[in-house]
């Protein structure tokens, strides 16, 4: 449960740009480099990434804003960051080691009070009502204190099935608010995602609020000694900002890679489910498509996606599931039907215009 400080604990919030993603090439310029689809904006002026801003701006103020970010795309974000501090800039050198930057940023806030409250924002991904996610955000911040496991996400559930996302397989539960989640599929097969669907799994959007107690004792039980490790890939630069560079210690961000994974069941959580936020995780290129598709790009910006052979060969590989799916499927808790799901009790739903919020 969470602990009796909680209530004093500040509203802090970490923006995720340096992870894995596919990328985009604007095509006016020719000889232009590719760059990771969250600096794209998909036709519109404003990137994924000030997007993200946007809403960690609605969570927590500026002064308590950190994002990661990734020195080779700094022509790209530093505009974007003028109101955030240098030093709650975690920069890294590679995209391989978003896990150590995160983590780090996590920790920097567990130091300052282990009852503040974190909200982590991954900058890739795609939000076509945003009031619908800035409802769910702050709902799921007032239930926080209530949710037993001390961390709580957002489950997706839309009209239009997504392509390539991750899912969160719930159990019931009759302690807190929202639904327990018991393991994670990692962009599993069209057939295992609509079965899943139809056992009430929903999409991991990867937004996570919990308390910093919580996420320091994760990462200790998972990797003793990480704050020593942390400190052997970290300098800080001449501005303030935390740089990170593991080239020398290839073995140490590897095991990071390894351990360090906010995902049930070894980071247990509960999930409150959103409806028709229009949310797309952008796992892969196909995924990236299918919304560039959607939407008629800027001269400036047209989509041209990197080859997918050149994404997946970076990407960690595909699970099916973080765990024995045969065997999670035929447990008895998954195994309820629209109709025991509509006989059982649920709280009060909350409109919001044309989507809602459990």
């Not at 209530?146 to 839309?158: A, F, H, K, N, S």
């Not at 489910?273 to 959607?294: H, I, M, N, P």
């Not at 790009?297 to 050149?310: E, F, H, I, K, N």
Request: proline share 7%; with cysteine; net charge positive.
């Amino acid at each position: 449960m969470p602990d009796r400080g909680a209530n004093k604990g500040r509203p802090w919030c970490i923006v995720v740009a340096d992870d894995h993603g596919p990328e985009y090439m604007p095509a006016v310029a020719g000889a232009a480099k590719s760059s990771p689809v969250q600096y794209c904006g998909f036709g519109e002026p404003t990137t994924l990434l000030q997007r993200a801003l946007h809403r960690a701006r609605q969570i927590a103020p500026a002064a308590q804003i950190v994002v990661t970010v990734r020195e080779e795309n700094r022509e790209r974000w530093e505009s974007a960051l003028w109101f955030i501090r240098p030093e709650h800039r975690f920069v890294s050198n590679s995209r391989m080691i978003a896990p150590l930057t995160t983590a780090t940023a996590l920790l920097s806030i567990a130091a300052d009070s282990m009852a503040n409250v974190v909200t982590i924002l991954p900058a890739r991904c795609y939000v076509a009502n945003e009031w619908i996610l800035a409802s769910a955000l702050n709902q799921l911040q007032r239930l926080l204190p209530r949710i037993p496991e001390g961390v709580g996400t957002l489950g997706m559930i839309d009209i239009e099935d997504g392509i390539d996302e991750n899912y969160l397989v719930p159990f019931e539960t009759t302690r807190g608010p929202g639904q327990a989640v018991q393991a994670m599929a990692r962009r599993p097969a069209e057939w295992v995602a609509r079965h899943l669907r139809q056992h009430g799994a929903m999409v991991a959007s990867g937004i996570l609020t919990g308390y910093a107690r919580v996420f320091a004792m994760h990462a200790s039980r998972r990797w003793p000694g990480i704050t020593r490790a942390l400190s052997e890939v970290m300098q800080v630069g001449a501005n303030g900002e935390k740089r990170f560079c593991a080239d020398g210690y290839p073995q140490t961000w590897q095991s990071v890679l390894r351990s360090l994974r906010w995902w049930p069941p070894t980071f247990p959580q509960r999930a409150l489910r959103v409806y028709r936020c229009g949310f797309r995780g952008l796992q892969t290129a196909r995924a990236v498509g299918r919304v560039s598709d959607s939407y008629p790009a800027a001269t400036d910006s047209v989509m041209q996606l990197a080859p997918q052979g050149d994404f997946e060969s970076w990407q960690t590989p595909p699970a099916t599931l973080s765990g024995d799916f045969d065997h999670l499927a035929n447990r008895a808790s998954l195994q309820y039907a629209e109709s025991s799901a509509a006989s059982r009790p649920k709280g009060s739903r909350r409109c919001v215009d044309h989507g809602w919020v459990d």
